[in-house]
């Protein structure tokens, strides 16, 4: 691919959503590592899962590697769960705190592969860091579009 090219993700309507606590260390890691990347965002393979997790400033958003979409001509690969931090990083008392987040499921099935996520993504995330310890490089650009059903077009 080349840096110019720009991939596709959709966010199916919203299933469910709670909140939870994300532990500090995931937190902290995703934003070390996102620091080092050249890019507003990272791509984190989580390949024991086929899921591919994007870190944002403001979202982590996983997406399922074998789901797959098409609108308006355009195709992408879906988004089941996304994580959005409640505070600002500078809110944070300290780099102990842990972070609420909103975690919105856009699947129903998502609990265990949710269990899941919430390990493997930390250990992608430490795999990613031992190897890249200095600069990441991003070499796609993101488009997260809404993917509605027909029942709640605007």
Same mark, same amino acid.
């Given at each position: 691919?080349?840096?110019?090219?720009?991939?596709?993700?959709?966010?199916?309507?919203?299933? /469910?959503?709670q909140q939870e606590r994300l532990p500090s260390q995931t937190y902290n890691l995703a934003h070390i590592?996102?620091?080092?990347?050249? /890019?507003?965002?990272?791509?984190?393979?989580?390949?024991?899962?086929?899921?591919?997790?994007?870190?944002?400033?403001?979202?982590?958003?996983?997406?399922?590697?074998?789901?797959?979409?098409?609108?308006?001509?355009?195709?992408?690969?879906?988004?089941?769960?996304?994580?959005?931090?409640?505070l600002s990083p500078s809110n944070r008392e300290g780099l102990d705190q842990h972070m609420d987040c909103?975690?919105?499921?856009?699947? /129903?099935?998502?609990?265990?592969?949710?269990?899941?996520?919430?390990?493997?993504?930390?250990?992608?995330?430490?795999?990613?860091?031992?190897?890249?310890?200095?600069?990441?490089?991003?070499?796609?650009?993101?488009?997260?579009?809404?993917?509605? /059903?027909?029942?709640?077009?605007?």
């Amino acid at each position: 691919m080349s840096a110019s090219s720009t991939e596709s993700f959709f966010i199916p309507d919203q299933y /469910s959503c709670q909140q939870e606590r994300l532990p500090s260390q995931t937190y902290n890691l995703a934003h070390i590592l996102l620091n080092r990347c050249q /890019s507003d965002h990272l791509f984190v393979p989580i390949r024991t899962m086929q899921y591919l997790a994007i870190i944002e400033q403001n979202a982590f958003w996983f997406v399922d590697s074998m789901a797959y979409a098409v609108k308006d001509s355009e195709g992408g690969r879906l988004i089941t769960v996304s994580w959005h931090p409640l505070l600002s990083p500078s809110n944070r008392e300290g780099l102990d705190q842990h972070m609420d987040c909103r975690i919105n499921f856009y699947r /129903s099935d998502m609990s265990g592969i949710h269990h899941r996520l919430r390990g493997e993504f930390f250990q992608a995330m430490q795999l990613m860091d031992s190897r890249f310890r200095d600069t990441i490089t991003a070499d796609r650009k993101i488009a997260i579009l809404p993917l509605r /059903s027909p029942d709640n077009q605007p």
